[in-house]
């Protein structure tokens, strides 16, 4: 989606707090989409509900798409932000992941990721 179709859809489709870390704005929201583009990978804490932490990478095809996410999921207990912040590995395991022969011209798996 181009950033005027995405500013769109944000106006457009109001966003719901469900907790106080849940991010409305349309303008934060652009925001932290361009930071997540930029680093590579996406970070949930909270937004959705307290307590789960998630850090998600794409899996690219070899022409570039998006064809598949990679997510590790985790509490707030027991991993800290900062070592989901430092998602640099992830965002270089999710790139080798897109160069390697894990994924056909169709998308689909041909071995097991794990």
């Known amino acids: ?14 966003l719901t707090k469900l907790t106080e870390h ?5 303008a934060v929201s652009l925001t932290e989409i361009e930071k997540i ?3 590579g990978y996406a ?14 990478v794409p899996v690219r095809e070899r022409d570039g798409r998006v064809i598949a ?15 989901l912040r430092d998602g640099s590995g992830w965002a270089r395991s999710s790139r080798h ?8 011209g169709s998308g689909l798996p041909t071995q097991s990721l794990i």
Request: aromatic share 4%.
């Open 97 to 104: 992941l897109s160069r390697s022969n894990v994924v056909t």
């Open 22 to 26: 849940t991010i409305t704005d349309p």
């Open 69 to 83: 996410a990679a997510n590790i999921a985790t509490f707030t207990g027991r991993t800290p932000l900062e070592e």
């Open 37 to 39: 583009q930029r680093n």
């Open 43 to 56: 970070i949930v804490d909270g937004e959705m509900e307290l307590g789960p932490r998630s850090l998600a």
């Open 1 to 14: 989606m181009d950033d005027k179709a995405l500013r769109q859809w944000l106006t457009h489709n109001p």
